[in-house]
């Protein structure tokens, strides 16, 4: 049956009309949670603290999704307010709540809730079953785990993997415990070599440093994705998938993550060791010297203690075959430009050593951005300013950013080239030294920060 004219010209109209109105309607539900924050010039964004994802600090705070977020807030142009959730749970809390504007959850199964909303995924993360190097019967598959061995942390996104698996493996049982974290759960099985747990592999990465009596035993046949959450709003779901396309498509995620993980690969069980010893037995007798030098110098006392345990592993009487000695092994030249006499006296090297840092940090242009700026310090520290400032000029060349330190790094073993340090202007250095020297640097520093975390040294 054909519709006359003037019924179906009035159907289009009245179609027409409904779909302007939805459009209407719908920019205006978009617009109003992403202008709220924008009127209020701040975002509140609630994650769990655990390395990498955030470190909290004095001045400022650092990791993996904190660095997102903070590119995120910029992209926006709005402040960015961290909120310390302990759980995944407490998560979903604060943002039905309206309490936190983003939750972001690291690696973990889908929440399922028709009021929270998903945005892209990233940082594809393994599951690893956690458990001591001094237990010989550790179990070597998911049916083999023995009844109350496995501790999780009750409503952490470990009990949340364990119930998706539980599916598959109906006979698995596990222990939850209130208010606990991951740094506790490792904790308790140091201490009860009988207990096991599991743990995603971004955040073992740097909790087995601090735990190296710990060990991997298997993967589980999972992976899970960081998120980030939002209550049910389509606006800000559009704008932060658009972030997160353009830094996919830049690169710029995998950057940041090879920024938190790369230092820490190749995981040595008997440097670590000796490591944590040394903090226990050594760092003691030189901790108020580290401190003032902090104090004056303004570089931050783990970098120092870092730099120190690098060149000498806090050996006063340190020598080279190059004739550097001391503390911060300062060679004669500079220890003169420092106004140090005595590079044996260990406040002496380490106030030198403070203070030739101060010295290169200062010297970079101010638009180079932290963290990148303190990487170009360290490697001036270990094969000097010029050195350093050739390789950001043919990182240049080569169509990288020369601020950036992931892009140097790239072009600093050329120094060692003839093809291409014969171009520069200060010759030949061993840039591949310098790029170790910055990676353990980084991975002392992480440690002790870790380790001497709510210990006063800061």
């Keep these: 049956m054909t519709l006359p004219h003037n019924k179906l010209l009035f159907i289009i109209n009245y179609l027409f009309f409904f779909f302007i109105l939805i459009v209407i309607c719908g920019c205006s539900d978009e617009s109003s949670k992403l202008e709220e924050i924008k009127l209020k010039e701040k975002i509140r964004i ?11 600090d004095k001045n400022k705070g650092r990791g993996y999704d904190f660095e997102l977020a903070s590119h995120y807030a910029t992209s926006i142009g709005v402040d960015l307010e961290i909120i310390i959730a302990k759980t995944s749970k407490d998560i979903f809390s604060l943002l039905n709540k309206n309490k936190a504007d983003i939750g972001i959850t690291s690696s973990s199964p889908k929440f399922v809730n028709k009021n929270i909303l998903s945005a892209i995924t990233y940082n594809n993360n393994e599951w690893y079953v956690i458990g001591s190097r001094e237990n010989n019967k550790l179990p070597t598959s998911i049916e083999k785990i023995r009844p109350d061995t496995l501790i999780v942390g009750k409503d952490s996104n470990a009990s949340l993997v ?12 596990w222990n939850e415990f209130k208010n606990i974290s991951i740094r506790k759960i490792l904790e308790k099985i140091n201490k009860d070599k009988t207990k096991i747990s599991i743990v995603s592999s971004d955040i073992y990465t740097y909790y087995q440093y ?21 209550n049910n709003d389509s606006s800000l779901l559009y704008s932060i998938n658009s972030f ?15 920024a938190y993980n790369e230092h820490l690969l190749g995981f040595d069980y008997v440097d670590i060791r000796y490591y944590l010893k040394r903090i226990d037995k050594k760092l003691p007798k030189y901790e108020k010297y580290f401190k003032k030098a902090a104090k004056h110098s303004g570089i931050d006392i783990r970098i120092l203690a870092a730099v120190s345990y690098q060149e000498s592993h806090w050996d006063r009487k340190a020598r080279s075959p190059t004739g ?8 004669l030249d500079t220890a003169k430009r420092v106004g140090i006499k005595n590079r044996l006296n260990a406040e002496q090297s380490i106030h030198g050593g403070a203070k030739y840092l101060k010295i290169l940090y200062e010297s970079f242009d101010s638009n180079i951005k932290e963290p990148d700026r303190l990487w170009f310090t360290l490697a001036a520290y270990n094969i000097g300013l010029g050195h350093v400032e050739d390789a950001r000029n043919i990182t240049k060349l080569q169509g990288d ?3 950036n ?6 072009h600093l073993p050329k120094l060692s080239q003839k093809k291409w340090y014969k171009k520069t202007k200060h010759g030949y250095a061993r840039g591949h030294e310098s790029i170790e020297f910055v990676r353990r640097v980084k991975r002392y520093y992480d440690i002790l920060y870790l380790y001497k975390k709510n210990k006063n040294f800061k």
Excluded at 244 to 253: E, L
């Design 46 to 56: 609630a994650l769990v603290e655990n390395p990498p994802h955030y470190f909290p």
């Design 405 to 410: 330190w992931t892009d140097v790094k790239k």
């Design 162 to 173: 364990l119930q998706k698996i539980k599916k598959d493996y109906s006979s698995l049982q």
């Design 210 to 230: 601090l735990f190296p009596e710990t060990k991997k035993i298997f993967v589980l046949p999972v992976k899970y994705p960081s998120r980030w959450l939002i």
């Design 324 to 331: 550097v000695r001391g503390m911060m092994m300062l060679t």
């Design 401 to 403: 950013s020369p601020n």
């Design 244 to 258: 997160f396309n353009g830094y996919k498509r830049d690169g710029k995620i995998q950057k940041i993550h090879r």
